[in-house]
């Protein structure tokens, strides 16, 4: 059974930093492309930022360039989004999700995790 388990969400004042992780099991996450996506209270899921299998490309959302960062672990089967200089806009849920290809449809993600909230205070 695939699981993928986001942690490292809270409360952070403007401009402050998070690092949210993303545990997996059930597969291994060195074979897939990890997409981070976030929803806010009456938006749509928007993409974050996206890392491809082999961590040689990465995509970013138009709202995040140059202030979030994607990565993964392979050894620890672990993905991450490292979040600096945040934003009030960024406040939403943040989900991870995994998928053989790096896309930035929501559509193309075959697993997901629950999701963390992230709360970014003025």
């Known amino acids: 059974q695939v699981q993928l388990v986001e942690s490292g969400g809270g409360l952070v004042q403007v401009g402050g930093s998070l690092t949210l992780s993303c545990s997996a099991s059930?597969?291994?996450?060195?074979?897939?492309?990890v997409g981070w996506f976030r929803q806010a209270p009456g938006a749509e899921r928007e993409f974050v930022q996206g890392?491809?299998?082999?961590?040689?490309?990465?995509y970013d959302g138009k709202s995040v360039k140059g202030r979030f960062t994607v990565s993964k672990d392979n050894a620890k089967n672990t993905g991450y989004l490292q979040m600096n200089n945040l934003k009030p806009e960024d406040t939403a849920i943040y989900y991870c999700?995994?998928?053989?290809?790096?896309?930035?449809?929501?559509?193309?993600?075959?697993?997901w995790g629950q999701g963390v909230q992230v709360t970014v205070s003025s």
């Open positions: 890392i491809n299998w082999d961590g040689t490309a990465t």
């Open positions: 999700a995994a998928s053989e290809y790096l896309d930035m449809s929501p559509h193309v993600y075959e697993y």
């Open positions: 059930g597969l291994t996450i060195s074979n897939y492309a």
